[in-house]
């Protein structure tokens, strides 16, 4: 059970995600090229520190209305339910959430650190509090076809549960004491899509963008981050930028529900708009069906339910989920059949009669996912990530599992998933009889191979050994690989002084990361020495708490510990000579590097722009 | 000089009286803040620090901020020692601004949410701070009569917990909030009378020193050597620095032993932030960035609220986040303050007001 059943509410409003574009370039993290000017917001054809340097990283919940219920029986909840009065909001105890970057050579999962996810009535009481479990977006795509350059046109979801959940006076929602009655395990499941970007500070929704989501029961042994059920699969389109699916439908996930007679499909991360945050574009009519083939082994399609997408404010009320077959029971045949068989979008483009498969399952319906697919690793550590396969949404047992190496998705500055020997992990692994399996990586001192960035990145990719056969045209979702951030080993000087050991490290700080000079001058020993006793706080947080420091979480453990410690007794050391000589020039960022679509070119969009024309330049 | 209306001594005798004057206490400290930080934050991220044009000024106007924050914390200990509950998280716990402070008030005095300038200070957080028994250096006329001043009010309070005496104590010793950033000589559990008397007395002290100094003479209450926040704020708007005037004679009269001519204490108006003065929140049209910083910030300062009132009613570890949200709405203020501007050309300021929820529009 997950959020994509028939007990759920529905949101739609803003979030703001002010993050800091300095970081966004991997050369910015060199301090001996880095220059003022990427401390100023882009300017004409130069680049600077792109559309937004002083960003604080904050990541908030705004305006975000309850616009819809169902309950347990899938009818909706009574006009009457005080929930649909409710918003959705964050924290009102604690500072605004973070959203972060695993690195500048990984911006394509982006997770929010320290959110709380509050039920709040038109007072502002709290009806329900939860802990968002950290997690990134993931299936990032151009939401906007040809809309041009920026992150505007992109679209991505997000899809995590709620822990320590705690409830207020919800006496009188029978919607929310029917949800509190289905978390008891403690858990919700919550999903979101986010949109419409603002990233044009010229703008007054500069930051700005737009969120619609789901949030419903969630089962303690189902995992946190995908649905254990029907994974339909994009191929990629051509162009620059976002990932375009071919067939104008991002990959989305479904429920069936056999006793229910339904199927959920989630399309709120797959429609595009026509334009950003405005309304679905016209794709034609949409059916889902199940695929199967006549005796001659030509395909062909069961009807399940038309999809009403174009409907006057159906994604606003539904985050874009649609229940299927809206006002019949499937029938124990139909279900049988889609037990065994791909579901599918087919769709029926202006230019011609005949209804063509838009997105669909594999033929053999395997599947794959990583649960969790972000971490942070120092040398000797380990991160121990949940494997689930299925076939057609059932668990699959026994079967193989391929681990390999897979830089695709990575990239930007020094080269990156080298050396190899720094991570450990089995290269085979057999599934249990549940479909699941744990792979376990461990960590090795990469040996510094980035200079001037800590550590190195990494991506794996875990896929079905049937799914390798030649000629490697099984479908998958590039987005789904496991990230890792492996930090270097570190040790200080002793005893650990300012120009010894810490200085670069603060350096770097300084230079990224502008907005800190509100507070304090992180280039500078009296600065610091100043602010020892907050820094030692911010410092010394749980690494989950929306104020940790440094918000970017890319501290090591070992740089972590020489700061905590030399804080206690913060000498400086002799500055090296070499300090006070100007810094060599800068390679030629923002020349060469940038064209006319600079105000897009900070962000995510400039990532995948980057990481596409690598791809290319490799070929 | 603030002026509270005399009823309020007389309802501290009554049953109940001494929580309810306590909770009055901690409006009243609260209530100070706003104007404070807003002519604080408009002195720009620029003028923090030590060297900046300035700095001395945004220095001064900070320590008292902080003292500030010091005697709510210490009065909200009190209230919870002797049994009470303080309430923080409600909309009418700010008051309006413009507008007198909480407390009934008779002064004329209306409190308003403006840019720093040297006007400011002597019109307002001088006269907020004004102690009952200014000293004047240099000399001015005493006043004639003696009204009920803030001082006096924590004056009655002390008396009445010493009057009523350890049996009053019945609060949970576990609701006592200390740490943050407040050294435990100044924020520590009131158990006692004993505790109750030297609290109260810190509070009166750091913000109007006494009638005989502006120091804290004796050393007995183990405060730093800074003087009383009216003091300070005069520095400002003299400019110059209070000093002790050397080799005096014995019997020298108090108000004969300081002068403000110490170092200067400069102030370039020109670095002041062009922020607008007594800002609303239905001021700001929606779809502006003005509105949706305005939000920001109101909500964060609710949240703050609420995390101090989640603090002082059993949930002490609930400072550290309050920490954080107030170094948080520096960072919102200085944003809306330097990030856009208005149609007339000035900057916007944030509107301290209550907000539990963030419409974004």
């Known amino acids: 059970m997950s959020y994509l059943n028939p007990l759920r509410l529905h949101f739609y409003g803003s979030f703001q995600a002010a993050v800091s574009t300095v970081n966004n370039d991997p050369t910015h993290f060199d301090n001996a090229t880095f220059k003022p000017v990427y401390q100023q917001r882009q300017s004409g054809q130069n680049a600077n520190g792109?559309?937004?340097?002083?960003?604080?990283?904050?990541?908030?919940?705004?305006?975000?209305?309850?616009?819809?219920?169902?309950?347990?029986?899938?009818?909706?909840?009574?006009?009457?339910?005080?929930?649909?009065?409710?918003?959705?909001?964050?924290?009102?105890?604690?500072?605004?959430?973070?959203?972060?970057?695993?690195?500048?050579?990984?911006?394509?999962?982006?997770?929010?650190?320290?959110?709380?996810?509050?039920?709040?009535?038109?007072?502002?009481?709290?009806?329900?509090?939860?802990?968002?479990?950290?997690?990134?977006?993931?299936?990032?795509?151009?939401?906007?076809?040809?809309?041009?350059?920026g992150d505007s046109m992109g679209c991505a979801m997000y899809q995590s549960v709620l822990t320590d959940i705690e409830w207020g006076n919800i006496g009188d929602s029978p919607f929310l004491q029917a949800l509190r009655e289905a978390s008891s395990n403690g858990l919700l499941s919550i999903k979101f899509n986010?949109?419409?970007?603002?990233?044009?500070?010229?703008?007054?929704?500069?930051?700005?963008?737009?969120?619609?989501?789901?949030?419903?029961?969630?089962?303690?042994?189902?995992?946190?981050?995908?649905?254990?059920?029907?994974?339909?699969?994009?191929?990629?389109?051509?162009?620059?930028?976002?990932?375009?699916?071919?067939?104008?439908?991002?990959?989305?996930?479904?429920?069936?529900d056999q006793a229910a007679g339904k199927i959920y499909l989630d399309l709120g991360n797959s429609l595009c708009t026509q334009k950003p945050g405005g309304p679905f574009q016209n794709l034609g009519p949409m059916m889902l069906v199940c695929e199967t083939s006549d005796a001659a082994g030509n395909p062909e399609y069961l009807p399940?339910?038309?999809?009403?997408?174009?409907?006057?404010?159906?994604?606003?009320?539904?985050?874009?989920?649609?229940?299927?077959?809206?006002?019949?029971?499937?029938?124990?045949?139909?279900?049988?059949t889609i037990a065994r068989n791909p579901l599918a979008i087919l769709l029926t483009p202006s230019s011609g009669p005949q209804a063509v498969p838009a997105i669909s399952e594999p033929s053999s319906g395997l599947y794959i996912r990583a649960d969790q697919f972000v971490f942070r690793l120092n040398?000797?550590?380990?991160?121990?990530?949940?494997?689930?396969?299925?076939?057609?949404?059932?668990?699959?047992?026994?079967?193989?599992?391929?681990?390999?190496?897979?830089?695709?998705?990575?990239?930007?500055?020094?080269?990156?998933?080298?050396?190899?020997?720094?991570?450990?992990?089995?290269?085979t692994l057999v599934l249990d009889q549940s479909g699941r399996a744990l792979l376990k990586i461990t960590a090795a001192d990469p040996g510094n191979p980035r200079q001037y960035i800590d550590g190195q990145v990494y991506g794996i990719r875990c896929a079905l050994e049937d799914t390798l056969a030649p000629p490697l045209a099984y479908p998958f979702d590039p987005n789904e690989l496991v990230s890792l951030l492996v930090f270097d080993k570190f040790t200080p000087d002793q005893p650990i002084t300012w120009y010894g050991s810490l200085q670069p490290i603060f350096q770097q700080y300084a230079n990224l990361y502008p907005i800190m000079s509100r507070f304090v001058d992180l280039s500078d020993y009296n600065s610091v020495v100043a602010n020892r006793r907050m820094l030692s706080v911010a410092f010394g947080l749980d690494f989950g708490d929306p104020n940790y420091m440094p918000v970017t979480r890319d501290l090591s453990g070992d740089k972590r510990k020489a700061i905590l410690d030399w804080l206690k007794n913060p000498l400086d050391g002799t500055p090296p000579p070499t300090l006070a000589s100007p810094a060599p020039p800068a390679k030629a960022n923002g020349s060469a590097d940038v064209s006319n679509d600079l105000p897009g070119r900070g962000g995510k969009a400039a990532f995948y722009s980057r990481l596409k024309t690598r791809r290319k330049g490799a070929l | 000089m603030i002026v509270l209306n005399r009823q309020l001594l007389d309802e501290?005798?009554?049953?109940?009286?001494?929580?309810?004057?306590?909770?009055?206490?901690?409006?009243?400290?609260?209530?100070t803040l706003p104007p404070y930080l807003y002519s604080y934050y408009s002195l720009g991220a620029d003028n923090y620090a030590a060297g900046s044009p300035n700095a001395e000024i945004a220095n001064i106007i900070l320590s008292v901020i902080k003292e500030e924050m010091l005697h709510f914390a210490i009065a909200c200990n009190i209230l919870n020692a002797i049994g009470g509950a303080p309430c923080i998280d409600k909309p009418d716990f700010i008051p309006v601004y413009p507008g007198p402070l909480p407390g009934g008030v008779e002064s004329n005095l209306v409190v308003h949410l403006k840019r720093f300038s040297r006007e400011h200070d002597h019109d307002t957080f001088m006269v907020i701070e004004e102690p009952e028994t200014?000293?004047?250096?240099?000399?001015?006329?005493?006043?004639?009569?003696?009204?009920?001043?803030?001082?006096?009010?924590?004056?009655?309070?002390?008396?009445?917990?010493?009057e009523l005496g350890q049996s009053i104590f019945t609060g949970k010793p576990s609701l006592q909030v200390t740490g943050g950033s407040f050294p435990a000589s100044e924020l520590f559990p009131i158990l006692t009378v004993a505790d109750a008397v030297k609290?109260?007395?810190?509070?009166?002290?750091?913000?109007?020193?006494?009638?005989?100094?502006?120091?804290?003479?004796?050393?007995?209450?183990?405060?730093?050597?800074?003087?009383?926040?009216?003091?300070?704020?005069?520095?400002?708007?003299?400019?110059?620095?209070?000093?002790?005037?050397?080799?005096?004679?014995?019997?020298?009269?108090?108000?004969?032993?300081?002068?403000?001519?110490?170092?200067?204490?400069?102030?370039?108006?020109?670095?002041?932030?062009?922020?607008?003065?007594?800002?609303?929140?239905?001021?700001?049209?929606?779809?502006?960035?003005?509105?949706?910083?305005?939000?920001?910030?109101?909500?964060?300062?609710?949240?703050?609220?609420?995390?101090?009132?989640?603090?002082f009613n059993g949930h002490p570890e609930h400072l550290g986040p309050a920490i954080h949200l107030m170094h948080s709405l520096r960072e919102l203020a200085l944003e809306m303050m330097t990030s856009t501007t208005l149609p007339d050309g000035r900057n916007p300021g944030p509107s301290f007001e209550y907000q539990p929820v963030n419409p974004g529009r």
Not at chain 1, 381 to 390: G, I, K, M, N, P
Not at chain 2, 142 to 161: D, F, S
């Open chain 2, 134 to 162: 200014p000293l004047h250096f240099p000399v001015q006329a005493l006043l004639a009569e003696k009204p009920v001043t803030i001082g006096q009010y924590y004056t009655k309070i002390r008396k009445k917990i010493e």
């Open chain 1, 304 to 336: 399940i339910a038309a999809v009403d997408y174009l409907a006057n404010g159906w994604y606003k009320k539904t985050a874009g989920v649609a229940v299927l077959p809206e006002t019949r029971r499937l029938t124990k045949d139909e279900l049988n």
């Open chain 1, 50 to 149: 792109w559309w937004n340097p002083r960003g604080d990283a904050n990541w908030r919940m705004i305006g975000c209305d309850i616009t819809s219920a169902s309950l347990a029986d899938g009818k909706p909840a009574p006009s009457t339910d005080p929930v649909l009065t409710c918003s959705i909001a964050d924290s009102d105890r604690n500072v605004a959430a973070k959203l972060v970057d695993l690195d500048p050579a990984q911006q394509g999962v982006s997770e929010i650190w320290g959110m709380e996810i509050r039920i709040a009535n038109q007072h502002g009481h709290t009806l329900m509090r939860g802990k968002y479990k950290v997690a990134p977006f993931i299936d990032l795509f151009e939401r906007v076809f040809n809309g041009g350059p």
């Open chain 1, 194 to 256: 986010v949109d419409a970007f603002d990233d044009d500070f010229t703008s007054p929704t500069f930051t700005l963008g737009r969120v619609a989501g789901t949030i419903g029961p969630a089962a303690g042994d189902e995992p946190r981050h995908f649905i254990l059920g029907r994974h339909l699969m994009a191929t990629a389109g051509p162009g620059q930028g976002f990932f375009i699916p071919a067939g104008n439908l991002n990959f989305c996930q479904a429920q069936v």
């Open chain 2, 199 to 311: 609290g109260i007395d810190i509070i009166k002290e750091q913000g109007e020193g006494t009638s005989t100094s502006p120091l804290d003479p004796d050393g007995k209450l183990n405060l730093q050597d800074t003087f009383a926040h009216y003091y300070r704020f005069a520095e400002i708007y003299y400019g110059k620095a209070l000093q002790a005037v050397p080799n005096l004679p014995p019997g020298t009269p108090p108000d004969q032993r300081y002068r403000y001519d110490g170092p200067p204490i400069p102030f370039d108006e020109s670095k002041v932030l062009p922020v607008i003065d007594d800002p609303s929140e239905s001021g700001y049209p929606p779809n502006t960035a003005a509105h949706y910083l305005n939000d920001n910030f109101n909500y964060a300062y609710t949240s703050l609220l609420k995390a101090l009132h989640r603090a």
């Open chain 2, 12 to 31: 501290i005798d009554q049953p109940g009286g001494l929580e309810k004057a306590l909770q009055k206490a901690i409006e009243l400290e609260h209530a």
């Open chain 1, 379 to 427: 040398p000797g550590e380990s991160a121990d990530v949940d494997l689930y396969a299925t076939q057609f949404g059932a668990p699959l047992p026994a079967a193989r599992v391929i681990n390999f190496l897979d830089d695709t998705q990575i990239g930007g500055g020094p080269p990156v998933g080298v050396p190899e020997t720094a991570l450990d992990f089995p290269r």
